[in-house]
């Protein structure tokens, strides 16, 4: 079993930056490749970013891809994303998800454990 806490969401100016964090515990963090989704009000959740295991590789589809950058420290169990630039289609709520795999997932079924979400508001 796996619990995934995020922190670090608010409400933040288009333009600014804001970063969140996911602290593991409950397996070897460091055997599990972790992704950011968001899900905003009547649509579907998303992958925002993945990183492997070992941090090597990430993806970000091309609506974040320059702006957010995924990162983890494998001695501290947490995962962080690093949102600049935000827009106000950023607003969602962000889940921080583990898979029982070393590699990028890139879809939400390939994710076994999940977080409860922190919220991500920016104004216009």
């Known amino acids: 079993q796996v619990q995934l806490v995020e922190s670090g969401g608010g409400l933040v100016q288009a333009g600014g930056s804001l970063r969140l964090s996911c602290a593991a515990s409950?397996?070897?963090?460091?055997?599990?490749?972790m992704g950011w989704f968001r899900q905003a009000p009547g649509k579907e959740r998303e992958l925002v970013a993945a990183?492997?295991?070992?941090?090597?590789?990430?993806y970000y589809p091309d609506s974040v891809k320059g702006r957010f950058t995924i990162s983890r420290d494998n001695a501290k169990n947490t995962v962080y994303l690093q949102m600049n630039t935000v827009k106000p289609e950023d607003t969602a709520v962000y889940y921080c998800?583990?898979?029982?795999?070393?590699?990028?997932?890139?879809?939400?079924?390939?994710?076994?454990?999940w977080g409860q979400g922190t919220q991500v508001t920016v104004s216009s």
């Open positions: 998800a583990a898979r029982d795999g070393l590699n990028l997932g890139y879809y939400a079924p390939a994710y076994r454990y």
């Open positions: 409950g397996r070897t963090f460091g055997n599990s490749a």
């Open positions: 990183i492997s295991w070992n941090g090597v590789n990430t």
